[in-house]
């Protein structure tokens, strides 16, 4: 495994720590793509070395403001660990390497 996908195991194990700890994490699942340093970066596209699904609770963080303080603590948990993402659509959450840390 590469750095970067154990990197991303680590956040994935924290993230569904988190999730559980919140009871969000029945609304969610994880997936991680085989190898996501094969993907041709040329065309401005990054590789995507964590995916999470979302529904019910877990989708309600991002779009209703009331889960601010949570949406806070998912973040900080992202960026600690060298990540950031960005929505695919409206339920699936794409994380990358943040190369700016």
């Known amino acids: 495994m590469r750095p970067n996908q154990e990197r991303a195991e680590t956040l994935r194990l924290d993230l569904q720590a988190w999730l559980e700890k919140n009871e969000l994490m029945n609304d969610g699942s994880f997936d991680v793509p085989n190898d996501p340093e094969a993907i041709d970066t040329t065309q401005g596209a990054e590789p995507v070395y964590l995916i999470l699904s979302m529904d019910g609770m877990l989708y309600d963080l991002f779009y209703k403001r009331e889960n601010d303080d949570l949406r806070t ?7 600690e660990h060298g990540f950031w993402y960005d929505f695919a659509d409206s339920t699936t959450l794409l994380f990358m390497v943040d190369t700016q840390t």
């Open 73 to 79: 603590e998912f973040d900080a948990i992202v960026a």
